[in-house]
């Protein structure tokens, strides 16, 4: 957390629909990046026509694309993993660079870096893509039937209960299918599964223990709520969410985060609360008066992501980031609960 600009990129990971921590996260972003974008996606696969369900109906890729514009939440990644270059891509992350974090497979020519909510449509008409992948973002009508006219646009899936709550299982299906790829995307998707399972099997003291996730910045708390993917992370651990997120869930309206007060940062509390910060240092977190006082951090069950790499990887939502958060932050989970 979506560095200047990148600071605000990465309040979407608090709150793309929220007023304060997240459209004003969401902002910024505009077009940029080194000259003539990544490689062009050719060869990308064999299984053509492909069509993809969307929130706007299917969307049927003719032939394999060659110039791919990644626009959504960690579909640059999806790609990558997949083998495929973007020619342009969104940094939701602020990664900075090409864009995408280090747990991801680099880049032969760099993708022109584009805005994230405020998109130049322009810039990417510009690219001449025969393809835009935008699975997670915020669904909008005018955002799908402006890229749409431009070139075909996987839009987010159907029947999403939160903006961005496009699951990494759903990203990695749809994008390998437009790309042709179906059966790579099964695959990964298959691997990461058994990981879940392996993890599980591992710690059974996750299962059905309730969580928290939430988030900081700049004085800000806020809860994640279930369809985003950092408590569907947890959640496909064996946690469930707690009454209160469960409560805080109703409030959401159709956002994948819930604003706190101060005096609210209590509903956090249960039998594991996960927070970091956003472009801030971990110590408010550490310090602060009312979190200190919860059942969780009195009881040593209050995990901290203070390193950015392992909150980026648990905030990322795709395959290969999901992966690097199972590796980084599963065993910082066990040991706030073991005894």
Same mark, same amino acid.
């Given at each position: 957390m979506p560095r200047p600009a990148g600071a605000v990129r990465r309040l979407v990971l608090a709150a793309c629909a929220v007023v304060l921590l997240a459209l004003a996260a969401c902002g910024g972003g505009g077009a940029g990046g080194e000259g003539g974008g990544g490689a062009p996606a050719a060869g990308v696969g064999t299984v053509f026509p492909a069509t993809v369900d969307t929130a706007f109906g299917?969307?049927?890729?003719?032939?394999a694309?060659?110039?791919? #514009?990644a626009l959504g939440w960690s579909d640059a990644e999806t790609a990558l993993a997949l083998g495929v270059e973007p020619v342009g891509a969104s940094d939701w992350l602020g990664? $900075? $660079?090409?864009?995408?974090? %280090?747990?991801?497979?680099?880049?032969?020519?760099?993708?022109?870096?584009?805005?994230?909510?405020?998109?130049?449509?322009?810039? #990417?008409?510009a690219l001449r893509p025969d393809l835009i992948l935008d699975t997670r973002s915020?669904?909008?009508?005018?955002?799908?039937?402006?890229?749409?006219?431009?070139?075909?646009?996987?839009?987010?899936?159907?029947?999403?209960?939160?903006?961005?709550?496009?699951?990494?299982?759903?990203?990695?299906?749809?994008?390998?299918?437009?790309?042709?790829?179906p059966d790579e995307g099964a695959r990964q998707v298959a691997a990461l599964e058994d990981r879940f399972r392996q993890a599980q099997v591992a710690n059974p003291q996750f299962v059905d223990r309730t969580v928290g996730v939430?988030?900081?910045? $700049?004085?800000?708390?806020?809860?994640?709520? %279930?369809?985003?993917?950092?408590?569907?992370?947890?959640t496909e651990l064996g946690f469930r969410p707690s009454p209160q997120?469960?409560?805080?869930?109703?409030?959401?309206?159709?956002?994948?985060?819930?604003?706190l007060s101060g005096e609210q940062v209590s509903q956090l509390s249960a039998d594991l609360t996960v927070v970091f910060?956003?472009?801030?240092?971990?110590?408010?977190?550490?310090?602060?008066?009312v979190l200190s006082r919860t059942p969780a951090a009195q009881a040593?069950?209050?995990?901290?992501?203070?390193?950015?790499?392992?909150s980026d990887a648990f905030s990322s939502g795709s395959v290969p980031g999901t992966r690097a958060a199972l590796e980084r932050a599963v065993p910082l989970f066990a040991g706030a609960l073991t005894p």
């Open positions: 299917p969307v049927t890729v003719p032939e694309p060659q110039r791919i #514009v990664f $900075g $660079g090409t864009g995408v974090g %280090p747990w991801s497979r680099g880049y032969t020519n760099p993708p022109v870096i584009l805005g994230t909510t405020q998109l130049d449509y322009e810039a #990417v008409a915020s669904g909008e009508r005018q955002r799908y039937d402006t890229l749409s006219r431009i070139a075909p646009t996987i839009a987010p899936p159907p029947g999403l209960t939160a903006a961005y709550g496009t699951s990494w299982r759903q990203q990695m299906t749809m994008v390998s299918t437009a790309l042709g790829k939430g988030a900081f910045f $700049g004085g800000q708390w806020g809860a994640y709520v %279930p369809g985003d993917q950092r408590m569907d992370l947890m997120i469960q409560q805080l869930a109703t409030q959401a309206n159709g956002s994948f985060y819930v604003t910060p956003i472009n801030a240092s971990a110590d408010p977190i550490r310090t602060d008066p040593g069950h209050l995990v901290v992501l203070d390193d950015q790499t392992t």
